[in-house]
């Protein structure tokens, strides 16, 4: 029997049926496949609408922080009225309480004592410093403030006798090292260090600033980029970031770190009108920063021009996008957008090839843009949240194309699912986007009811969308977002009171209006500061008269629209022991946001 005879009696026929089960199968692989890639695909869309919500709500609170600053200036404009009135305010705000002492004078004052189990610095330092550094930093060590003080000193002495702008070269067989933010996130750091080896001779860095805030080892991060400066001065570049900056720290934490590890505190204002000696000698000392062009009597070369003061705000506070030209930075509040052209247009003129800068959180930890001559590294991994976005560096020599190392540090939830790492995300965002819109539940109910011309209680997406971002102008897809923060009917139409249902600012007191629980719990992080300075002794008390000049000036300048007796009754009913004075921060603390329901990222609850 050959084979036609067996394919004749049917013989052949499994053949035939294992191709069509494998044709079936290829089919279902490529459903299953196609389908995987759309979840996916979805996935990654509501992680990037969460991402979206925590940059616009940081880049709001920032220009949260230059109105603060404009606040200061505003007091410094007003001084000799404000004086006449405040003077025991004014004198608490400005007041200096840094003396004219040299390094050995400060350093006398500190001693470290024989229990002290942390690293001992050795005076110069060398690499076995790094070292012995980040050994103690890995073990929770903290380094004594005696060592701290001496590396500042160290540190300044340098940084002073250097030029503002640092060259450095790289060759074929030697690259360099470009980092970005870090913000306190020491295992970032250290898993840079890991993976591309110690700063060196050979292995040289730059950082690009934003060493501090936000992260919880500012100081860590601080100790040992400025050990590594000290060791290889010429290796080793630290560029300023805007986080640099002691108004920052104030907000996002550095200064709240130091209080925390050091129990000290060293707050530098803006200088007053002042004999031209005493603002001389305070120059010298390099702890003055004059705001918006207002000068002390001190010499023109020791002060920044109006012009000048901008310009430092545009090179740390500037942003590329795709459009073409110059023009403000509305999200931030502070410096500019740049366009492509305004790029080339720079780099021609200077006779460069790229422009690498940091500055902005980007889901991969870097991004190319303006024809691939604006590259942005960022090197915090995490943080916004957990799984937020993916830290880089970037590693460059001569005459070749730059090449990215991308990382993420992971604990609790490298073991999760991808879809409960987004849900944590876009729960976290939406949690503090509700917190933002009941901030401002009054001015948004009557920009709702303006378009609610019939008095429904109901708009159309189009109209709550127009109010949501005409009040907290975040720049939000408030369309896709809508099915997280209100209720729509069969016909598309929004419940608008229906935001605001399942979250409330808690009263500390039930008779006061919700309209100065609504103002004191939406600046309360800018009077938390100005208190902080006020609080010169550290009593952690503020008398009712100052705390009621405090917020007439704040008033003011925020044109705040609040009837005073309110917040005198307020004041009055807060202080609770009725010894005319009161705990600021606990009072701050007293407003807070109470979330009916902390689950929001329910399974059937999504983004896209």
Same mark, same amino acid.
């Given at each position: ?23 079936? $199968? ?54 000799? *009225? ?23 004078d400060y350093l006398g004052l500190i001693e470290v004592p024989d229990s002290y189990c942390g690293p001992r610095l050795q005076f110069p330092l060398t690499f076995t410093d790094i070292d012995l550094l980040i050994e103690a930093f890995k073990q929770q060590q903290i ?107 104030? *907000? ?92 080339? +247009? ?10 690498? *800068?940091?500055?902005?959180?980007? #889901? ?8 691939? +001559?604006?590259?942005t590294v960022f090197s915090a991994s995490n943080y916004y949240e957990e799984g937020s976005n993916r830290g880089a560096y970037i590693r460059m020599s001569s005459g070749t194309t730059p090449r990215f190392f991308q990382y993420q540090i992971t604990r609790?939830?490298?073991? *999760? ?11 976290? $965002? ?77 009263? #500390? ?100």
């Amino acid at each position: 029997m050959n084979i036609q005879d067996l394919e004749d009696m049917g013989c052949g026929t499994s053949s035939a049926t294992k191709d069509k089960k494998s044709e079936k $199968a290829l089919k279902a692989a490529l459903v299953i496949q196609n389908w995987y890639r759309g979840y996916r695909a979805r996935l990654k869309t509501r992680q990037r609408y969460a991402l979206t919500i925590f940059q616009s709500i940081e880049y709001a609170d920032e220009q949260g922080q230059l109105q603060l600053s404009n606040f200061f200036s505003f007091m410094l404009e007003n001084y000799t *009225r404000v004086q006449e009135k405040e003077p025991g305010l004014v004198t608490r705000l400005f007041g200096s309480s840094i003396q004219d002492k040299d390094r050995q004078d400060y350093l006398g004052l500190i001693e470290v004592p024989d229990s002290y189990c942390g690293p001992r610095l050795q005076f110069p330092l060398t690499f076995t410093d790094i070292d012995l550094l980040i050994e103690a930093f890995k073990q929770q060590q903290i380094l004594h403030a005696y060592y701290v003080l001496e590396v500042l000193f160290e540190t300044k002495k340098v940084l002073q006798q250097m030029p503002n702008f640092t060259h450095t070269s790289t060759s074929p067989s030697k690259e360099i090292t470009i980092c970005g933010d870090l913000h306190g996130k020491l295992d970032d750091l250290f898993l840079i260090f890991y993976k591309n080896g110690l700063p060196s001779v050979s292995n040289p860095y730059v950082f690009n600033g934003d060493f501090v805030d936000r992260g919880k080892n500012s100081m860590e991060i601080l100790m040992i980029l400025f050990v590594s400066f000290l060791v290889y001065p010429n290796d080793l570049h630290l560029n300023r970031g805007n986080h640099e900056d002691f108004m920052m720290n104030m *907000r996002y934490g550095f200064t709240k770190e130091i209080l925390h590890k050091y129990k000290m505190r060293s707050v530098l204002m803006p200088p007053i009108p002042m004999d031209g000696d005493r603002a001389e000698k305070k120059n010298k000392l390099g702890t003055t920063i004059v705001a918006q062009g207002i000068r002390t009597s001190g010499s023109f070369s020791e002060q920044l021009t109006k012009q000048e003061w901008e310009q430092v705000v545009d090179i740390l506070w500037s942003d590329p996008r795709g459009k073409r030209g110059c023009y403000p930075n509305t999200n931030r509040g502070g410096g500019c957008y740049f366009g492509p052209d305004i790029t080339a +247009k720079i780099l021609n003129k200077y006779q460069l090839k790229m422009l690498v *800068r940091s500055h902005e959180c980007k #889901p991969e930890g870097y991004e190319i843009c303006h024809d691939g +001559k604006v590259i942005t590294v960022f090197s915090a991994s995490n943080y916004y949240e957990e799984g937020s976005n993916r830290g880089a560096y970037i590693r460059m020599s001569s005459g070749t194309t730059p090449r990215f190392f991308q990382y993420q540090i992971t604990r609790a939830t490298c073991f *999760r699912p991808l879809y409960q790492r987004v849900n944590a995300i876009e729960s976290s $965002a939406i949690r503090m986007l509700k917190e933002r819109m009941i901030s401002r539940k009054t001015d948004l109910t009557r920009a709702f009811q303006l378009q609610d011309r019939n008095k429904s209680g109901k708009l159309s997406m189009g109209q709550w969308a127009f109010s949501m971002e005409n009040v907290l102008g975040l720049n939000l897809p408030w369309r896709s977002l809508s099915s997280h923060l209100v209720t729509t009917d069969k016909d598309g139409n929004i419940d608008y009171m229906s935001g605001f249902q399942d979250v409330h600012i808690q009263k #500390p007191v039930k008779e006061v209006q919700s309209t100065l629980i609504e103002t004191v719990y939406r600046y309360r992080s800018d009077l938390q500061i100005i208190f902080n300075i006020i609080d010169s002794d550290h009593s952690g008390l503020i008398s009712m008269e100052e705390f009621r000049s405090m917020w007439k000036l704040f008033k003011s300048h925020y044109s705040v629209h609040v009837d005073d007796s309110q917040f005198d009754e307020l004041a009055e009913r807060m202080d609770l022991n009725k010894d005319g004075s009161i705990d600021f921060n606990e009072f701050l603390k007293a407003f807070y946001v109470v979330h009916k329901f902390d689950k929001l990222n329910k399974s059937d609850n999504k983004l896209a």
